[in-house]
């Protein structure tokens, strides 16, 4: 069964602390990875990653896909409160053909305190 | 008004009773999702409709039931529902063919008693 799983489920750090969230996948007919942030409601998209190697990168926050050793990591550097959401990981299932289904793991609740 | 819209944003209903929760996306989309969100169990896909034609039905209840009437509206018609049916219910819209980014809505937290 095709799986997204994401860590650590939760992290706590202070302001200006940088942090590294993981996402791993077992996904039969991959097509791409991608990164949302969920405040309070709705996830707001944030990369797409199709590429190994190639980092994505919209001010602090970056992300690279390594598609040999299934995963993912999104880093976000000096931190700040605002930064303080669930970060969701999802792959596109390419069996699904032009119909977009996404796998979705966990997320990571991140805190980040003053 | 722009964006991914959906309404109501809280509903409170009782298991008898019979709701519709709206969505209405302004971004020229083709494609719309109904998803469900618990607490700890990751987004689960309900309905996809793609060209206003449903594509994926995720062995949801009967008791929940789409309705995409044109590209830029979706609904989900609840009836009977359990106390677990309980979640934030979320919509997302996206284009067909240009990557598996999906915009969200802001979502209904619905509570079944």
């Known amino acids: 069964e095709d799986k997204v799983v994401q860590s650590p489920l939760s992290l706590v750090v202070h302001e200006g602390d940088t942090v590294t969230l993981n996402c791993s996948y077992e996904?039969?007919?991959?097509?791409?990875l991608l990164w949302y942030k969920q405040e309070k409601k709705a996830p707001t998209f944030l990369f797409m990653l199709?590429?190994s190697g190639i980092e994505k990168k919209s001010g602090r926050l970056s992300s690279i896909l390594d598609k040999k050793e299934l995963f993912s990591i999104l880093n976000i550097t000096a931190t700040q409160t605002g930064d303080s959401a669930v970060y969701l990981c999802?792959?596109?299932?390419?069996?699904?053909?032009?119909?977009?289904?996404?796998?979705w793991g966990l997320g990571t609740s991140l805190a980040v305190n003053p | 008004e722009t964006g991914v819209t959906q309404t109501p944003r809280h509903l409170v209903m009782g298991m008898t009773n019979k709701k519709s929760l709206k969505c209405e996306q302004h971004?020229?989309?083709?494609?719309m999702y109904w998803y469900k969100q618990s607490a700890k169990k990751p987004l689960e896909l309900m309905f996809v409709?793609?060209?206003?034609?449903?594509?994926e039905n995720n062995s949801v209840p009967s008791r929940f039931s789409p309705e995409c009437p044109n590209s830029s509206h979706l609904f989900l018609h609840l009836h009977t529902l359990q106390p677990e049916d309980s979640a934030l219910y979320l919509c997302?819209?996206?284009?067909?063919?240009?990557?598996?980014?999906?915009?969200f809505g802001p979502g209904t937290r619905l509570l079944v008693l």
């Open positions: 199709t590429s």
């Open positions: 999802a792959v596109e299932d390419r069996s699904a053909g032009n119909n977009r289904k996404l796998i």
């Open positions: 996904v039969t007919n991959f097509r791409s």
């Open positions: 971004l020229g989309h083709n494609a």
């Open positions: 997302a819209s996206s284009h067909r063919l240009a990557g598996g980014t999906q915009y």
């Open positions: 409709y793609s060209l206003e034609e449903r594509v």
